[in-house]
């Protein structure tokens, strides 16, 4: 899957077939790149009401002097702005991180290529958008006119998985469009952004029939989305649920077309527009795509042409990328923002002592992942550290509290010893020996009223008193 972007140039054409003044004839150029922006001529072009391309749209290679029209009107999906020499505020405070971040979850759907037979497009190319949403029951907002080595044609754009998963559909097509019969081409590459990656696939597994099955059973982008929402998959005839993840690709590095320079600016604002580097050769002449001079990258000096994926220069300045994403707090992600500054150290970097220079970039770069690895098992080993010395502590605190209560369990069986056998029967014998005295005093005490009440009834006692 390849991802490119496109650049545009304004020029004044003849507006005789169109109705409206703003709509005017562009110029687009794409050549064989890997997601980098066209070389533009000398002079900065001006925009008027013409679309901002989006940096994540899928386009084919080679495509080279296509003239195209582009209209304005039902452009809702769409951001129109005037582009200017100004360097851009990178620092939006009225945007949030993560609004920006929602932008770039998604990039666009390539477009749907239409063909007229016999030319008969309308005066107004929204009318081919007007009657497709009047047919196939849609609402479609954007569409252009292309003509590409005098084939003209129309490219229809979706906004919504939905749209698109119909209009992938043959038999969803109207037989005429505008009253005409019509050739289409389908799109055949998708947004790398609607791919999922599965995790802890067993190994054992046969990669074939598993992605035969996947076909089957996930047919369309609209269940894509729905694994991305859920964030797992079920195989294995539903009876295993798998971890998934979105695909992210690689990060992607901005390459001047006019001088090779990495990730630094573009064609339309290089600094050296008067000693261009051919892509092929790495030498100093214009450009020309059919150069007869031997392969050789501008940067590293390889046995490829500049821009290459495996350039060992491009892969450090990606990891430099990253590294400096990771250290502000950013994910790198497909979407790359061309900054308009010139660092000016362009011809240093093109013609400087390259063969020591990606070395040092490269050591630099494992350096810094080794320090940072280095780092995080000192931590981990910290951690564990502390965590053996507090389960010691604990270990010591719980044999601690074993003993007291060993200590204290052996003392209420001490005390419960002396209560039952000393204490309980001493008690009872002294109660024993209370009891009896009271009871021998409570008798004599008897004894000792009856006398008395004798004593003083009888009369023999009282005469015997007064003789």
């Known amino acids: 899957m390849c991802l490119a972007t496109e650049n545009t140039t304004n020029k004044e054409g003849n507006e005789n077939d169109f109705k409206y003044s703003y709509r005017h004839t562009r110029k687009r150029r794409n050549d064989h790149s890997d997601g980098e922006v066209t070389p533009q001529p000398s002079f900065t072009p001006k925009r008027r009401n013409t679309e901002q391309i989006d940096n994540s749209v899928i386009s084919s290679y080679g495509i080279q002097g296509e003239t195209t029209t582009t209209s304005s009107y039902f452009n809702?999906?769409?951001?129109?702005?005037?582009?200017?020499?100004e360097v851009p505020n990178q620092n939006h405070t009225h945007e949030s991180y993560n609004r920006k971040q929602q932008k770039q979850t998604h990039e666009?759907?390539?477009?749907?290529?239409?063909?007229?037979?016999?030319?008969?497009?309308?005066?107004?190319?929204?009318?081919?958008?007007?009657?497709l949403n009047r047919k196939c029951k849609l609402k479609l907002t954007y569409g252009r006119m292309s003509a590409s080595h005098n084939d003209k044609h129309c490219l229809l754009y979706c906004n919504t998985t939905t749209q698109f998963e119909t209009l992938l559909d043959k038999s969803n097509w109207p037989e005429t469009i505008c009253n005409s019969m019509y050739s289409i081409d389908i799109p055949r590459r998708f947004p790398s952004s609607y791919s999922v990656v599965a995790l802890n696939i067993p190994t054992q597994w046969n990669v074939e029939n598993l992605c035969e099955e996947l076909k089957l059973r996930y047919k369309t982008i609209i269940k894509g989305e729905q694994i991305l929402q859920s964030k797992r998959i079920l195989l294995d005839d539903d009876n295993t649920a798998y971890t998934i993840e979105?695909?992210?690709?690689?990060?992607?590095?901005?390459?001047?077309?006019?001088?090779?320079?990495?990730?630094?600016?573009?064609?339309?604002?290089?600094?050296n527009k008067d000693k261009p580097i051919c892509f092929k050769c790495g030498q100093q002449h214009s450009f020309n795509p059919?150069?007869?001079?031997?392969?050789?990258?501008?940067?590293?000096k390889g046995n490829h042409m500049a821009g290459n994926p495996n350039c060992p220069q491009k892969i450090a300045t990606r990891e430099n990328k990253k590294i400096q994403m990771k250290a502000i707090g950013q994910t790198p992600t497909t979407q790359t923002m061309n900054s308009n500054i010139w660092t000016g150290d362009t011809t240093r970097r093109l013609f400087g002592n390259a063969t020591t220079t990606q070395p040092i970039i490269l050591n630099k770069v494992h350096d810094n992942n080794?320090?940072?690895?280095?780092?995080?098992?000192?931590?981990?080993?910290?951690?564990?550290?502390?965590?053996?010395?507090?389960?010691?502590?604990?270990?010591?605190?719980?044999?601690?509290?074993?003993?007291?209560?060993?200590?204290?369990?052996?003392?209420?069986?001490?005390?419960?010893?002396?209560?039952?056998?000393?204490?309980?029967?001493?008690?009872?014998d002294i109660t024993n020996v209370i009891y009896t005295q009271i009871t021998t005093q409570q008798k004599q005490q008897n004894i000792f009223t009856e006398i008395m009440r004798e004593w003083t009834t009888t009369p023999i006692l009282d005469d015997l008193l007064s003789k």
């Open 76 to 85: 809702n999906n769409r951001t129109f702005r005037k582009q200017t020499n």
């Open 246 to 271: 979105p695909y992210v690709p690689p990060t992607r590095i901005l390459r001047c077309y006019n001088c090779q320079q990495y990730d630094d600016h573009i064609a339309v604002r290089c600094p």
């Open 290 to 300: 059919e150069c007869q001079n031997a392969v050789c990258c501008a940067h590293c």
């Open 108 to 131: 666009s759907f390539p477009p749907f290529r239409i063909k007229l037979n016999d030319d008969n497009y309308p005066a107004r190319d929204v009318t081919i958008i007007k009657d």
């Open 370 to 428: 080794n320090d940072e690895l280095m780092k995080k098992l000192d931590s981990i080993e910290n951690n564990i550290q502390t965590i053996l010395k507090q389960q010691a502590e604990v270990n010591q605190l719980i044999n601690d509290t074993n003993i007291k209560i060993n200590n204290q369990a052996t003392e209420i069986l001490n005390i419960n010893y002396i209560l039952n056998d000393i204490v309980c029967p001493l008690l009872k």
